[in-house]
């Protein structure tokens, strides 16, 4: 018996081996060392253009010789400022970018009387009002014997008057050491807005609860797409084309959670985004995130668009959150566009209490009714649109705003929230009011027309949405909106297409919610566990291969499991409310006492909800458990333990799961296997 033991020991102790390994995955990017403009003198010697460039990895160490560099738009044999890039991946594929300008000039040195060369000089145009124009902007002064002479650039602006219109001599100037000048001359003309030709339509393209579906997956038709499209229009008809977001943009996949928004804020900015409203899910991370995308002192990516939130106030006042504004004005020629971003009222009660503690939504029609008639008698726009993150049709906000008239009218309302796909009108007096929601994420595209006469008046409206079928161009996708994607993609690849498992039978939203439930049961060691239907988004179907990526489509949002200790009755009473019918219990039909403790376990929302009987419980915890990261466990537990596909009906594994576990694991349905988390 006892060398029966020892030959089980030795058959499993390669497994346990093979079970053991623990390595991260590198997911750091690499980095560059000696980058720096180059200047080069046509008839010299070629640089080399990789001397002194050196490339390092954390992991791989010296990979210098796996820098690629693009040339392509460097012509050496005629003046001008280039851009070279340098390219360089780790063995685990992370890449990094580096560029850098070379500056080619035409010089013959004789005695040092050759002068110095500007180069970037360029025409401007001004408009009254703007704010005055960095003169020195993009401009280079090289001299063959002293070197780089920018700083010494000298700018006349003398003749310049900037409150009158007409055409000014702007006059650069720079010397060398031994006082060879050189000095060109551009002109800035002044122009007045009302000199433009006003449009005669605009064009207003939206998206809403985009959740951060940056990629095309199925019929989510994904940022490069759709920011094919808006490029296009921009690039056609800039004049006519605005790009408007609706709220809940940011969170809801893992190539834009794990960033925290940042990739998807990348991106808005290469389409160039107009305006974003804020949603209810913009304050998942905390609202301290999406501010830091306007604050400048901050180290996020910063928005090249505003934030719009006009109903959102700090408790107890009329004061918004910093960085966050209530309206923004488009202009478009002579044109001025005005924009109000409202949120629902009441949404407050859609987003985890801890993370809207300190702020409240007030009434949306009358702040979008206040800021109308501001922007019309103050700030003198032609036409106002709303954009609300909220069901504008079953909350009454579209026909509320569609009564409003005279300088609180609206043109356009622009829906969000409900995940809802429409485009409807309400017939009113003069021109009727569209009205749109675009689904979600990334389903449709919004597009409300708006065509004006001579006096820049609203005179017909329209409404659609936009996909691949309806538009060409969203079947296509973007090459520098790829390109932007692909500096996020690259770092987080192995996330989202390593599998972990593959799907058995198909599981809806509903039987994933309860298997959640009893997931946080489970991990928690509780009596009963309840998860919402909310937080479960999408299904899992036949043979699909389920990676990291899929859990956060699952379940994107970063929901901790929390426990407390109610009585039965308050156990029994949320069981038979609408908010308690999904949950799990230790045993089958197990009855609660009314006046007997049990432990309770749910996800932070449902928990801190004060709607909800769990924050008034006793000894209560938050075990900082991601519902999520439970769900990863029990799938690789359950690959580990040999099975092919998942399964609910697999005993649920819970914890690190040894080789020798493996081999001595009997799958039983009816027996649930608990280790501690």
Not at 295 to 302: L, M, R, V, Y
Not at 308 to 330: S, V
Not at 389 to 396: K, M, R
Not at 533 to 560: H, V, W
């Amino acid at each position: 018996m006892k060398k029966l033991k020892i030959l089980i020991m030795l058959l499993i102790l390669p497994l346990i081996l093979m079970g053991c390994d623990t390595t991260a995955k590198d997911l750091v990017p690499p980095n560059f060392s000696g980058t720096k403009d180059i200047t080069y003198f046509i008839g010299s010697t070629e640089p080399d253009f990789l001397d002194g460039v050196s490339a390092s990895d954390s992991v791989d160490g010296d990979i210098t010789h796996l820098i690629s560099i693009d040339e392509s738009q460097v012509d050496l044999t005629t003046p001008g400022i280039y851009t070279l890039t340098y390219t360089v991946s780790d063995l685990s594929g992370n890449e990094i970018k580096r560029t850098i300008s070379v500056i080619v000039i035409e010089t013959i040195i004789e005695d040092d009387v050759t002068p110095p060369i500007i180069l970037g000089a360029a025409n401007l145009t001004y408009y009254l009002g703007d704010p005055e124009p960095d003169y020195l902007d993009g401009l280079v002064a090289f001299d063959p014997e002293d070197g780089n002479l920018t700083d010494q650039i000298i700018v006349d602006i003398s003749n310049i008057d900037l409150n009158t219109i007409g055409i000014y001599d702007i006059i650069y100037s720079v010397s060398d050491e031994a006082g060879n000048l050189f000095q060109i001359t551009v002109e800035i003309t002044v122009m007045d807005l009302d000199q433009l030709d006003s449009p005669d339509h605009i064009n207003i393209y939206y998206i809403n609860d985009f959740h951060g579906a940056i990629l095309e997956d199925d019929d989510q038709m994904g940022l490069s797409r759709i920011g094919n499209l808006i490029l296009n229009e921009k690039l056609v008809s800039p004049m006519n084309t605005i790009f408007i977001g609706g709220g809940d943009i940011l969170q809801g996949s893992l190539l834009s959670n794990y960033f925290n928004g940042a990739s998807t804020m990348d991106v808005l900015n290469e389409m160039q985004m107009d305006a974003f409203t804020i949603g209810n899910h913009e304050f998942d991370w905390g609202f301290d995130i999406i501010q830091n995308f306007r604050d400048p002192s901050s180290d996020s990516i910063q928005a090249d668009f505003p934030l719009l939130g006009a109903n959102i106030f700090l408790d107890g006042t009329t004061t918004r959150p910093e960085h966050i504004d209530a309206y923004t004005i488009i202009e478009k020629g002579n044109l001025k566009i005005g924009v109000i971003g409202v949120i629902g009222l009441g949404l407050e009660y859609s987003i985890a209490t801890s993370k809207i503690t300190g702020y409240y939504f007030d009434n949306p029609v009358y702040w979008t009714s206040y800021y109308a008639e501001q922007l019309r008698t103050v700030e003198g726009v032609d036409i106002v649109v709303a954009v609300i993150h909220d069901n504008g049709v079953s909350s009454g906000y579209n026909q509320s705003i569609s009564a409003l008239t005279g300088n609180q009218r609206v043109d356009a309302v622009f829906n969000g929230h409900s995940h809802s796909t429409y485009a409807q009108y309400i017939t009113r007096t003069g021109v009727r009011l569209p009205y749109i929601q675009s689904g979600s994420n990334g389903t449709s595209l919004g597009k409300v027309t708006l065509t004006l006469d001579g006096s820049k008046n609203v005179t017909e409206a329209y409404a659609e949405n936009l996909n691949g079928s309806s538009d060409s161009r969203l079947n296509e996708n973007n090459a520098n909106i790829d390109a932007v994607i692909d500096t996020y993609y690259t770092q987080v690849e192995p996330l989202i297409t390593e599998p972990i498992i593959t799907n058995g039978a198909y599981m809806s939203t509903t039987a994933l919610t309860y298997y959640m439930a009893e997931l946080i049961r489970l991990a928690s060691d509780s009596d009963i566990g309840f998860h919402n239907s909310g937080g479960t988004r999408a299904p899992l179907t036949s043979g699909q291969i389920i990676t990291i990526g899929t859990l956060y489509q699952i379940f994107p949002f970063d929901n901790k499991i929390k426990t407390t200790y109610l009585f039965g009755s308050e156990i029994n009473a949320f069981k038979n409310s609408s908010y308690g019918s999904y949950y799990s219990t230790r045993e089958p039909d197990m009855v609660f006492e009314n006046d007997v403790l049990y432990k309770v376990a749910t996800n932070d929302y449902v928990f801190d909800s004060t709607n909800n009987p769990f924050i008034y419980g006793t000894d209560s915890e938050d075990t900082g458990i991601l519902i999520r990261d439970v769900l990863e466990t029990v799938l690789r537990n359950q690959k580990e333990a040999g099975y092919d596909v998942f399964s609910k009906d697999n005993p649920i594994v819970l914890g690190q799961i040894s080789s020798l576990e493996i081999a001595l694991f009997i799958p039983d349905k009816n027996t649930i296997n608990q280790l501690s988390i």
